[in-house]
């Protein structure tokens, strides 16, 4: 593309406009042929006696001599001879010589053509032939690119340049513009001269402005306002405060058509049986730049439902039946969207009894005295199908078995609609396939013969990853990670990754057969090595590791189906963990220091191992892997204490309901859980539940990670001994975890447009409540100051005190010369949080599966906290690949 006219003010002697002359010729690019002109009138004699008319004299008939052609550049005399359509020693005349001036014209080769030495028989074709393409150009197009346009264009480089080919090239441009909205859009073709008898056809491509809807009309509505009737329709006014962010108040003759439908839909659904769009006008505005839109409409009467029976025709699904299934009550609002749900709801009905291909239809008997519908459901005989054969292709990885397992019904059972829906949510749950897999159903060999067709499109399945990444909780994440989820066509999972952040490190692998020797038995197994830091906040916001558990061991999974829905899974693991403390930072004298790091961290010190059993079982019936109806049940228990060194029942449940309503899609989900110990508190001030086996609960969105739940908190003295105020960001907050807790969270997923849907977004709204609680009470300190001799040379030693100028110890007993002392503030644990009241949050948030990996954000205000809790507003995980 050239862009600007610079480049040919250099040959503007050769730049010619459209109507301009070519190369000595008058006539214009684009103009038509002017009309011959009409012969002047010759006068009469003055004379009384009428004069005879003249004989019209006979056409010469000469004959050919010789023919010379011309002005040729590229064509052989020979083939301008053979186009004229003239040869030596025949004859000719003057309609003889139009028609072969009319035949040079019609090759689209010339631009000018003319015959002489009529007179002698020596014609001479002279001709000026038409210009060669040398190359398309095309300027000033920024809406639409070149490989928008250049399919249009049908004139091509080394091709005749034509003005009809040029003219029907503009008007193809300009129908682009159009189905873009822009109706201003204006485009002036050009040619610049070159040697040889060559051309460039530049087309000067003048935009405009996107042609919006100014305004949407309608006459003759009565039963709803204008307002009302335009929400139904896809097209908007232009306009508003935020006008610039709709897309769907520009002018579509499509979208124009599809409003009509709109309309008539809506007015269906409200008893308007007879409502009728008479006329739409779209009127472009003089400046050219908006559109008036304008329906004429007829409502027609309203109707109620009259009679509604039932006419089957089959044997096991009677009248009544279809009549129940049906649930259209006699004289409420007729209303078609309610016919066409029931016709949708009874072929489902028939299809789950063996009617694949029901004759279902609707038969109205309207009463316009009565302004009633009467309605009978027609259910015609049918034969019952049953399954011919299953037909899986696309599959080029997968083996057929892993799809053919998950089908519900097998080839020669009985069809059943609602068995091949949950085939369908099944293979799509597998994740191996495109999201828009479909079971397909066709006719067999025989009426009463189906043939159910399952066409994949395969979707990577492993992963070979090193991705990092930034979390507002553990800061930076690295990973290295190599998966497959479809190992080897067989449906399995195998895995093995490193991840590091600062504050967690871990190294897994595990392998996982959904059919463990093709039965439906799921096998797992699992190796595992985690070290994690736990962490409290310092005054100056910064982070400090408290303590760190190292865990390394194993386990073992097993499960199989005791229903359709319903599953059992159970489990072995073996783990041992070690969890220390920084000498530096929290021992005196080789030995843990409670007045550094507190005497609920000091009691957790030491290996342990655990070895545990349990079991799940579960219900989903959802969906697919981001559900929009169903429900997901769990219930699972951990017995510690087969061998080991801990003893505890841990008891934990979930369930969440999703229903969608359109393109909303609503989630309802509650948890929760409880830990029973079943051995003896190690001492007093002390839970039997040792810190790493309890519950800390961060999915509360609103809190810091371990933002909720007991905690002890460390509050400063000031330096007269009077306590500072509490400060969850700044003062010393230890989270140290619960027996029980609950979770609650309606959450509502927002519609988004397809694009930003194949972009993998999904936003959403919510509302959180929870708790955490149920623990023993830790040992608490209280020391208003530390007190340090003065003189370091001497054999005093330092001391806590209960008074800020040193003079009692922690017991109160006083302490003779005080002031060989410098004092320190000192501080208050206090123990908070211990609570089972709610804490409560709303928020909205977003799930991005990005090119780059996954993305959350959520933006959540904590409404009802506690003392000691620690609110945070925004959090964000995200992991890019590099």
Known sequence: MISGKTSFSRRAGALLLVGTVLGGSATPLLAAQAAPAQPAATQQPDTAQPQAPAAVAPQPVRTIRSITVRGNQRLEPETVRAYANLTPGETYTRETLDKALKDLYATDLFADANISGTETGDLVINVRENPVINRIILEGNKRLKEDKIMPEIKEAPRQIF????????????????????????????????????????????????????????????????????????????????????????????????????????????????????????????????????????????????????????????????????????????????????????????????????????????????????????????????????????????????????????????????????????????????????????????????????????????????????????????????????????????????????????????????????????????????????????????????????VSTGGGLRFGFPLSEYWSLGTRYTLSQDDISLDKGTFYTDGVCDPFKAGSYLCDQIGKRLTSAIGYSTIYDDTDGIHPTRGQQITFSQDFAGVGGDVRYLRTQGFATKYRSFGSWILSVHAEGGYIKALQSAPGPFRDPIRITDRFFNSDIRGFDIRGIGPRVVRIPYNSDGTLQDLDVNKDVNDAIGGKAFYLARIELQLPVSSTLKSYGLRPSVYVDAGSLWDITAPQLNNVVAFCSPTDLSSSLAAFQSSAADCSKDLNGNAVSNPTAYSATPGFKEVFLGNSARPRVSVGIGVNWVSPFGPLRLDIAKALVVQRGDDPKLFTFNVGTQF
């Open 162 to 549: 034509t003005r009809s080919a040029a003219r029907a090239d503009v008007a193809r441009i300009l129908e682009l513009y159009r189905r873009q909205g822009r109706f201003a859009a204006r485009v002036d073709p050009k040619i610049v001269q070159l040697d040889q008898n060559r051309v460039d056809v530049v087309f000067e491509i003048h935009e405009g402005d996107l042609a919006k809807v100014r305004a949407i009309n309608i006459l003759g509505n009565k039963a709803f306002p204008d307002d009302r009737l335009r929400k139904e329709m896809y097209t908007r006014q232009a306009g508003g405060v935020l006008g610039f962010l709709k897309s769907n108040d520009t002018y579509d003759p499509d979208r124009l058509a599809a409003d009509q439908q709109k309309l008539r839909a809506f007015y269906l659904t409200q008893g308007y049986a007879d409502f009728r769009v008479v006329q739409a006008l779209a009127e472009l505005t003089p400046d050219r730049r908006d559109f008036v839109i304008t329906y004429v409409v007829d409502e027609g009467p309203r109707y109620h439902f009259g009679t509604v029976e039932a006419d089957s025709a089959l044997r096991d699904f009677p009248n009544s039946e279809v009549l129940k299934v049906a649930k259209i009550q006699p004289g409420t609002w007729f209303n078609a969207k309610q016919v066409e749900d029931a016709i949708t709801n009874l072929n489902e009905a028939a299809g789950n009894i063996g009617y694949a291909f029901a004759d279902i239809n609707p038969a109205y008997n309207r009463d316009p005295d009565k302004k009633v519908m009467n309605l009978t459901i027609k259910v015609g005989e049918t034969p019952r199908v049953y399954v011919e054969r299953i037909d899986i292709t696309g599959n080029t990885s997968t083996r057929d078995k892993v799809i053919r397992r998950e089908f519900r019904l097998n080839e020669g059972d009985a069809f059943n609609a609602q068995k091949v829906k949950r085939s369908q949510d099944r293979i799509q749950s597998l994740g191996f396939f495109d999201d828009k897999f479909e079971i397909k159903q066709s006719e067999g060999s025989a009426p009463d013969r189906i043939v159910l067709g399952a066409n994949v499109e395969e979707k990577p399945t492993g992963q070979l990853q090193l991705s990092g990444g930034y979390s507002s909780l553990e800061r930076w994440i690295i990973q290295l990670g190599i998966s497959q989820n479809n190992f080897l066509g067989k449906g399995q999972q195998v895995d093995a990754q490193v991840n590091w952040s600062l504050y967690s490190k871990s190294i897994e692998a595990g392998f996982t057969d959904p059919y463990f020797l093709d039965k439906p038995i799921l096998f797992g197994a699992q190796l595992f090595r985690r070290d994690y830091s736990s962490f409290n906040y310092l005054a100056d916001n910064s982070r400090q590791t408290t303590y760190k558990q």
